[in-house]
């Protein structure tokens, strides 16, 4: 999605405004541009593709001398990605420049509005109207000119700003789409993002929905929506610029696959204390646990596929029913949820647009809501009751890999904890579990070795066009997040199946050379899976089949068998998800994908 910068101190703003939008070029994009204060006047410049056109536009930003400006990569929404389209967008005279990230939704009636009053649009995008009415309203007072701009404006948006008039001085706006300030040293900044930030400094401000900040070298004041100044004290970022870096991996999602038993650690070991699951900060007494009636965890993408994974120990463990639901459905269908239902919601990022939307009609009917997300203070932590983070450090590569395994062990952890608050776990089953929680890093690890032979069957398969993921259980959601992981980085087509459902229907596309992937750790349907995969094979369809460690059984059937460490069957997906990571992986680096970035997605998802 999107990614603004601003810039305002003593130095060059472009060199460092370019920096910052290569820094977020994770998020995904389509076109970049940057606009800066030169004396009274704004200089733009923009470009479609990637940054590198920005930079060599520009000469690395050396063409610019102004000290303050602001800076944009677009995932495109409305008008393709063109350098007309691109941000920033200036007024028709020249005084203002604004970048945004989120969707108007008024767009079109402001459009007609300003054109009548004359005004002349150069893009088909929604933030152009933005420019024009900033210029509009403004009559010699910036801070009212943005007040009365934002009350016109519906949707989502976090929005950078510069005028001509005010030197020095740059206003950031954010309305239910990420933006953070900067504070620095005689200078400062705002970003959607703090990996933009941490090379310049660890001091950041969040705002909230409905403020805006006007940010000098020297000074960052922040207002609410009413124009009165709101005092906000500072917040320190500990991510080190090394952690948000390759590390000498090839790729971002490479040294992210392999961080996985660190991050795994760095999730679980915090909450084990002497045996016991300590969630600090999430206080849900047995009478509070016994007043919920149901569980619903929603989410989006990868952290959904999450969540199917956490049902599985969640029912089994506390036996509350739990409903899994993608947040884009969930949001719009009048859910029977109330003050006896309990919300999981989890995020990455935090910042997705849907899950926030979800969430907040969710607590709207009464729901308290847990969070399990990775950024620090991001929307959906400060939006939700209880906070369980998943510590797994920066996330770069669009398609998550530990993001995964640490929301999947952290669900894994509350299942346990509200079993044992409810007192419907054994003690026998109680300690079993946080062995095989505490266990889990050095089988992740186990799982890593099996780098070289996935890689050497990403080899040999990586020509099919499609294929399919089959399981059962947990093995079957596993699947799901197993094939989404192929598809987004390696552009195959591919699905995954209930293993029992293939049968009606689906089985009639498999034919000769057709690869499935049998997923057949969950021993308890071993024998299930065995004659599923003699059907396909029947029907001429070569199989890798996944399988735990010892068990032979499954090569008198697949082609191929990968054998992930053996784990508590509740724990599997966790160490299952390993090698069908580094398959995705190779898969894409044998087809010379672009794999850190791939084409169409985005990071985090921030508009509808
Ligand atoms: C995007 C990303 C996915 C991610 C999903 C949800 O689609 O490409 O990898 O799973 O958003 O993101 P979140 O930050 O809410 O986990």
Same mark, same amino acid.
């Not at 400060?382 to 998550?400: F, K, S």
């Not at 049998?518 to 004659?531: G, N, Q, R, T």
């Given at each position: 999605?999107?990614?603004?910068?601003?810039?305002?101190?003593?130095?060059?703003?472009?060199?460092?405004?370019?920096?910052?939008?290569?820094?977020?070029?994770?998020?995904?994009?389509?076109?970049?541009?940057?606009?800066?204060?030169?004396?009274?006047?704004?200089?733009?410049?923009?470009?479609?593709?990637?940054?590198?056109?920005?930079?060599?536009?520009?000469?690395?930003?050396?063409?610019?001398?102004?000290?303050?400006?602001?800076?944009?990569?677009?995932?495109?929404?409305?008008?393709?990605?063109?350098?007309?389209?691109?941000?920033?967008?200036?007024?028709?005279?020249?005084?203002?420049?604004?970048?945004?990230?989120?969707?108007?939704?008024?767009?079109?009636?402001?459009?007609?509005?300003?054109?009548?009053?004359?005004?002349?649009?150069?893009?088909?995008?929604?933030?152009?109207?933005?420019?024009?009415?900033?210029?509009?309203?403004?009559?010699?007072?910036?801070?009212?000119?943005?007040?009365?701009?934002?009350?016109?404006?519906?949707?989502?948006?976090?929005?950078?700003?510069?005028?001509?008039?005010?030197?020095?001085?740059?206003?950031?706006?954010?309305?239910?789409?990420?933006?953070?300030?900067?504070?620095?040293?005689?200078?400062?900044?705002?970003?959607?993002?703090?990996?933009?930030?941490?090379?310049?400094?660890?001091?950041?401000?969040?705002?909230?929905?409905?403020?805006?900040?006007?940010?000098?070298?020297?000074?960052?004041?922040?207002?609410?929506?009413?124009?009165?100044?709101? !005092?906000?004290?500072?917040?320190?970022?500990?991510?080190?610029?090394?952690?948000?870096? !390759?590390?000498?991996?090839?790729?971002?999602?490479?040294?992210?696959?392999?961080?996985?038993?660190?991050?795994?650690?760095?999730?679980?070991?915090?909450?084990?204390?002497?045996?016991?699951?300590?969630?600090?900060?999430?206080?849900?007494?047995?009478?509070?646990?016994?007043?919920?009636?149901?569980?619903?965890?929603?989410?989006?993408?990868?952290?959904?596929?999450?969540?199917?994974?956490?049902?599985?120990?969640?029912?089994?463990?506390?036996?509350?029913?739990?409903?899994?639901?993608?947040?884009?459905?969930?949001? @719009?269908?009048?859910?029977?949820?109330?003050?006896?239902?309990?919300?999981?919601?989890?995020?990455?990022?935090?910042?997705?647009?849907?899950?926030?939307?979800?969430?907040?009609?969710?607590?709207?009917?009464?729901?308290?809501?847990?969070?399990?997300?990775?950024?620090?203070?991001?929307?959906?932590?400060?939006?939700?009751?209880?906070?369980?983070?998943?510590?797994?450090?920066?996330?770069?590569?669009?398609?998550?890999?530990?993001?995964?395994?640490?929301?999947?062990?952290?669900?894994?952890?509350?299942?346990? @904890?509200?079993?044992?608050?409810?007192?419907?776990?054994?003690?026998?089953?109680?300690?079993?579990?946080?062995?095989?929680?505490?266990?889990?890093?050095?089988?992740?690890?186990?799982?890593?070795?099996?780098?070289?032979?996935?890689?050497?069957?990403?080899?040999?398969?990586? !020509?099919?066009?499609?294929?399919?993921?089959?399981?059962?259980?947990?093995?079957?959601?596993?699947?799901?997040?197993?094939?989404?992981?192929?598809?987004?980085?390696?552009?195959?087509?591919?699905?995954?199946?209930?293993?029992?459902?293939?049968?009606?229907?689906?089985?009639?596309?498999?034919?000769?050379?057709?690869?499935?992937?049998?997923?057949?750790? @969950?021993?308890?349907?071993?024998?299930?899976?065995?004659?599923?995969?003699?059907?396909?094979?029947?029907?001429?369809?070569?199989?890798?089949?996944?399988?735990?460690?010892?068990?032979?059984?499954?090569?008198?059937?697949?082609?191929?068998?990968?054998?992930?460490?053996?784990?508590?069957?509740?724990?599997?997906?966790?160490?299952?998800?390993?090698?069908?990571?580094?398959?995705?992986?190779?898969?894409?680096?044998?087809?010379?994908?672009?794999?850190?970035?791939?084409?169409?997605?985005?990071?985090?998802?921030?508009?509808?």
């Amino acid at each position: 999605m999107c990614g603004i910068i601003g810039f305002t101190g003593a130095k060059p703003a472009a060199p460092m405004l370019l920096e910052g939008l290569r820094r977020m070029e994770y998020r995904g994009y389509d076109s970049a541009g940057i606009a800066v204060q030169e004396g009274t006047q704004i200089r733009a410049a923009r470009a479609s593709g990637r940054l590198e056109h920005l930079c060599a536009m520009t000469h690395d930003g050396a063409d610019y001398a102004g000290t303050c400006g602001i800076g944009h990569t677009r995932w495109a929404t409305h008008g393709a990605p063109t350098e007309c389209n691109a941000h920033p967008h200036l007024s028709n005279d020249g005084l203002f420049a604004v970048v945004h990230n989120g969707i108007i939704e008024n767009y079109q009636p402001l459009r007609e509005e300003l054109m009548a009053k004359g005004y002349t649009f150069h893009s088909e995008t929604d933030t152009e109207v933005v420019a024009h009415l900033l210029d509009m309203y403004y009559d010699g007072n910036l801070k009212n000119a943005v007040m009365k701009t934002v009350a016109r404006l519906e949707g989502s948006y976090s929005l950078g700003v510069v005028c001509a008039e005010h030197p020095g001085e740059l206003v950031a706006v954010r309305y239910a789409s990420p933006l953070i300030l900067g504070v620095g040293v005689g200078e400062n900044y705002f970003a959607s993002d703090v990996t933009a930030l941490i090379g310049h400094t660890r001091t950041v401000i969040y705002l909230d929905d409905g403020e805006f900040a006007v940010l000098s070298p020297e000074k960052i004041t922040i207002y609410d929506c009413t124009g009165a100044e709101v !005092k906000r004290a500072p917040s320190h970022i500990d991510w080190t610029m090394e952690a948000a870096e !390759k590390g000498g991996y090839a790729h971002f999602m490479l040294k992210e696959i392999m961080e996985q038993p660190h991050a795994v650690k760095s999730a679980i070991e915090p909450r084990l204390k002497d045996g016991r699951v300590v969630l600090g900060g999430l206080d849900l007494s047995r009478a509070q646990l016994e007043d919920i009636h149901s569980i619903v965890i929603t989410a989006c993408g990868s952290a959904y596929h999450a969540g199917c994974v956490g049902r599985y120990a969640i029912e089994e463990l506390c036996r509350i029913p739990v409903q899994v639901e993608v947040a884009s459905e969930l949001r @719009y269908r009048n859910p029977l949820i109330d003050e006896h239902t309990l919300l999981i919601v989890i995020s990455q990022s935090g910042e997705t647009a849907d899950t926030i939307a979800a969430m907040k009609e969710c607590k709207k009917r009464g729901a308290r809501a847990i969070a399990i997300v990775n950024v620090v203070d991001s929307t959906i932590a400060r939006l939700a009751d209880d906070v369980l983070y998943t510590w797994a450090g920066p996330e770069i590569a669009v398609a998550t890999t530990k993001g995964y395994t640490t929301q999947v062990a952290v669900l894994t952890l509350l299942a346990v @904890y509200m079993a044992d608050q409810l007192g419907r776990i054994s003690p026998e089953r109680y300690a079993a579990l946080v062995e095989g929680i505490t266990a889990l890093p050095e089988r992740c690890q186990r799982a890593i070795d099996l780098n070289s032979h996935i890689d050497r069957l990403a080899r040999k398969y990586h !020509k099919n066009s499609s294929l399919f993921f089959i399981g059962r259980n947990l093995d079957y959601a596993a699947c799901l997040e197993a094939s989404l992981k192929l598809k987004e980085v390696s552009y195959l087509h591919s699905e995954a199946y209930a293993a029992g459902e293939l049968k009606h229907g689906t089985i009639a596309l498999i034919e000769e050379g057709r690869l499935v992937v049998a997923l057949a750790c @969950y021993e308890a349907l071993f024998d299930k899976m065995m004659s599923n995969i003699k059907e396909v094979k029947a029907r001429g369809a070569r199989v890798m089949g996944v399988a735990l460690e010892g068990n032979r059984r499954i090569l008198t059937e697949a082609d191929d068998a990968v054998y992930v460490p053996r784990t508590d069957p509740l724990l599997l997906p966790i160490p299952e998800m390993i090698p069908m990571q580094l398959f995705a992986y190779y898969v894409a680096k044998e087809n010379g994908c672009d794999i850190d970035k791939p084409k169409n997605l985005a990071k985090s998802v921030t508009v509808e």
